[in-house]
């Protein structure tokens, strides 16, 4: 068991990939928000990269191992101290029992990712242990974590002493401004091309209402093409409106003026168009944002956003390890 000495703030239970094929039922996939570096802690402890872990946000947690562990800290920075001493992020760190792992801010990125071996053994709801918060589901009991509550683990021995290299980490960048990819569609042409050539080449700020729902930007006003301002009445009033449809993961969604990127919680469908979608390849980008960081979005191709996901899931693997020593 792991006991929960400080939540931090919106620690929660994600397994990778998440709860698939529930939609139809109001469950989205969940998982973790960041899967490069939730998969990369998972493969230094010595776990399977689907193994439960914690999905750590903007200020960390502090956590008492009832018994000896392996643990990885991936994803952002957040200086952790195991019984008050530094140790490294990117790398398997053995723990003996009784010891305190506490974990600060995010320094640099917003999202840290612990792995311990074993994996987090809570009970998989709908095949998953991914917490889904606003339906209350996965583990444990479907919400953030709480001051006193114990965390049970499954058996394994872990590997200590491995760490990721350098060039097979997520580059998070030191400043606060990101270019991030997207694909047309699949309502791109509700937007005419002055709307397009505009949301491509503006900046966008990142909203602090913004969460695993959905990620709310400020940027310019939107012009439409007239299928979206000449339609019938089924589709609604405001030209961003549709008739009800299924929203892809990463839709970038226009509710009035307002563009919000639907990531790991998002709703399956709605009344509203999704001009463009962020291809999951750069879902790390916007796991490791934090608000007011700014966003350029540059267009890609169907292919190039699948060849940028192989290419991620290539670097998620024994192969991006090293000793540490």
């Known amino acids: 068991m792991i006991e929960v000495l400080k939540a931090g703030l919106e620690t929660c239970v994600q397994d990778f990939p998440g709860r698939y094929g529930f939609w139809e039922q109001g469950f989205p996939p969940s998982g973790p928000f960041d899967m490069w570096s939730f998969r990369l ?68 990125g917003a999202r840290a990712y612990l792995a311990v071996s074993g994996g987090i053994d809570t009970a998989p709801v709908l095949g998953s242990r991914a917490t889904f918060h606003m339906a209350g589901v996965g583990g444990i009991e479907g919400h ?76 310019p006003e939107w012009t439409f093409a007239a299928r979206a301002t000449d339609k019938g009445l089924e589709h609604g009033e405001h030209p961003s409106n549709i008739l009800d449809h299924g929203y892809p993961v990463g839709a970038v969604n226009l509710c009035g003026q307002t563009p919000i990127i639907l990531v790991n919680d998002g709703p399956s469908a709605g009344g509203f168009i999704n001009p463009f979608t962020v291809p999951s390849a750069a879902f790390w980008k916007l796991a490791q944002s934090k608000p007011n960081d700014t966003y350029r979005f540059h267009l890609v191709s169907v292919t190039e956003a699948q060849a940028a996901r192989r290419a991620i899931d290539a670097l998620c693997a024994e192969s991006s390890l090293e000793d540490a020593a």
Do not use: H
């Not at 499954?154 to 290299?165: I, N």
């Not at 005419?192 to 949301?199: I, K, V, Y």
């Open 144 to 219: 953030a974590l709480k001051d006193g509550q114990r965390l049970p683990l499954g058996a394994a021995d872990g590997t200590p002493s491995r760490r990721v290299r350098l060039d097979c980490r997520p580059p998070i960048p030191l400043e606060n401004s990101w270019q991030i990819e997207v694909v047309a569609g699949p309502n791109d042409d509700w937007i005419d091309e002055e709307g397009q050539r505009m949301f491509l080449e503006s900046a966008w700020t990142l909203q602090a209402r913004s969460n695993r729902t959905g990620y709310r930007l400020s940027g």
């Open 41 to 108: 802690a998972n493969l230094l402890v010595g776990n399977a990269p689907e193994d439960a872990g914690l999905e750590i946000q903007f200020l960390g947690p502090t956590l008492r191992f009832e018994s000896a562990a392996v643990i990885a800290l991936t994803g952002a920075t957040m200086a952790p101290r195991l019984d008050g001493a530094p140790i490294p992020q990117w790398e398997s760190v053995a723990v003996p029992a009784g010891a305190v792992l506490e974990t600060g801010f995010a320094r640099v």
